[in-house]
């Protein structure tokens, strides 16, 4: 079983110092996902069917563990590779694509807290640059939002005295009792985080050893998923804790990450529920959220599946917030997919940290920690401080992370940003997935230079170098300035048709947008200029009496004084012409054809 981690089997090869009778050689177990071309017979039967009768083809025996949505099915299959099963699903004639179902990983480093303050919600000055200035935005917004963020994660502690009275029900999606350890079979509506621990009993279970990369390394219950979460919403002016970012932001918790990590599989049927798609065999999410966080990626260039996955959910209006991975290295799935909006991590300074990935695919760059100019036993100067349970493997007590635990990791920049969106829609609501990641860029402060560094993708010998726009995103998250923005007036044109019949009125109505003060309908192209009825209303009707495509455009003008335009296209056809005869206008071109064919006849006859 093909898994993805970053831990090494640092024992590997201390069994050739003993002598001893040969260890057994594992059998590799296939996890594929498998999408079915719309013409495909197999579409006909039912899914279970389905995989049965495409290991049938190649010679195997397969079967399906699951269905991320209706068109994709989880195959599984033994003695042979995820790699090569996929490969040769992916060469049958019906087969769209068959992509490996593989691990993903959690994005924070090694969790060693060190915090005793929230320094990157601060406005920022001369030492810390990349602060984001989110109490600038409180001022502007009041802390207030009802806006839904889908942390996508390890599960959460509902019990932790900040984040209670924030946390929707969620779902757990890890299907595999293995790697879920929660001692519950398969999916159900428990988001609760057991714990991701991997304990000596633990690697003595080769299946579950071997889902974790044949690692021989333990390690305690990370409850990153808390940790996450806290960072978006721990409840403010409580008395207790830490604030998060985002106000009165709901957090949805979606449990897709174990023991080992999290399948593909499992993260995209999360991804589709929290954004409010179907997902077989599962009730609807009546909590759809406006924001995926995906604190966690792996290797590898975006897979179709994802590619689909994504493309689904901005569709349905929900912004997706990745990580661009810890690896000093290209940017990591699915933070490199097209329309996901994945985030770098920088030091305080503004230059990015040692550890983050970068590359063309990210979108802007926020504060991941950094331990900085820290001797032995010296606490470290700007990590995280975020909720926690005490427990080392099952759970305790909750508290949280410490100033002498190292809290730092791309995992905590991306929540920062998904915050920043959530207050952005708190001010505004009408605001679209498109503008959201638009207004979050336009208000990306721009980075400093440390002459010290070289200009990225040149790195020093820890992976620092001098952001650019090419590797880093647009700047640094500027969580007042995105705010700011979005509290600009917006536009957009409701049709109560696109396509019309000459002479027909169709109505055309402007979009919520707060402060609206004044409206300008207007028409860019078109055979012929048209007719408004309300120029200048927020509601009016066009008419043309010639066949054609129109663009028009509304000009929207908010009480500041800031504009904003959307355009539409309707079709405008031509009537139906009458069949039938009697009572209509007579059409003398026609007649005058038919009188001349007439004489020509005739003078053919007397010739």
Known sequence: MKVRVRLCAALAGIGALF???????????ARVIVKLKASSPLKQIQAASRVQSLGQRIGITALMIGQPSPELQVMRASGITSEALAAKLAQQSDVEYAVPDRIKTIRALPNDPLFNHQWYLQAPDATQPAATDALGAWNLTGGKSGV????????????????????L?????????????????????????????????????????AMCGNTSTTHNSSWHGTQVAGIVAAEANNSVGI?????????????????????????????????????????????????????????????????????EI???????????????????????CPGVLGV????????????????????ISAPAGNCVNTGTGEPCLYPFITPINFGLNG?????????????????????????????????????????????????????????????????????????????CGAGMLNTAAAVALAFNATASIAVSSSQVVAETAVTLTAGDSPALTSWQWSKLSGPEAGRFGSPNAASTTFTAT?????????????????????????????????????????????????????LFAAGRRRA
């Open 148 to 167: 839904v963020v889908a942390v996508v994660d390890t599960g959460v502690r509902f019990e932790h005295e900040d984040l209670r009275a924030k946390l």
């Open 314 to 336: 901005r569709a349905a209006g929900t912004l997706i917030v990745a990580a661009a991975g810890n690896e000093t290295s290209p940017v990591e799935e699915p933070a490199n």
């Open 546 to 598: 010639l066949a054609g495509d129109y663009t028009i455009r509304l000009t929207v003008t908010d009480g500041s004084g800031n504009t904003a335009s959307a355009d539409t296209v309707i079709t405008v056809t031509a009537p139906a012409k009458s069949s039938g005869g009697g009572g209509g206008a007579t059409d003398f071109a026609s007649l005058a054809g038919i009188l001349a064919l007439a």
């Open 395 to 471: 759970p305790l007590g909750n508290g949280y992370t410490g100033v002498y635990d190292v809290t730092i990791g791309t995992s905590f920049a991306v929540p920062l940003v998904s915050g920043t969106a959530a207050l952005m829609l708190a001010a505004n609501p009408a605001l679209s997935e498109p503008e959201l990641t638009a207004r979050l860029k336009r208000g990306a402060t721009a980075f400093p230079v440390d002459p010290s560094l070289p200009i990225c993708p040149s790195v020093t010998s820890d992976g620092q170098c001098n952001c650019t726009t090419a590797t």
């Open 344 to 363: 770098a991590g920088i030091r305080h300074t503004g230059t990015k940290v040692g550890y983050s990935s970068y590359g063309p695919e990210v979108g």
């Open 243 to 311: 604030a998060g970012i985002a106000g009165a932001t709901r957090i949805l918790p979606i449990r897709v990450l174990g023991k080992c990590g999290g399948y593909d599989s499992d993260i995209i049927a999360g991804m589709r529920w929290a954004a409010g798609l179907a997902v077989p065999g599962l009730p609807a999410n009546p909590n759809p959220a406006r924001i995926i966080n995906l604190s966690l990626a792996g290797s590898g260039t975006c897979s179709d599946v994802y590619k689909n996955a994504v493309a």
């Open 169 to 209: 029900p969620g779902y757990d999606f890890v299907l595999d009792d293995l790697n879920s350890g929660d001692g519950q079979a398969g999916r159900d509506a428990d988001a609760s985080d057991p714990g991701d621990y991997l304990s000596t009993a633990d690697l003595g279970n080769l299946t579950l050893r």
């Open 19 to 29: 002598a001893g009778p040969a260890t057994a050689v594992e059998t590799p177990e």
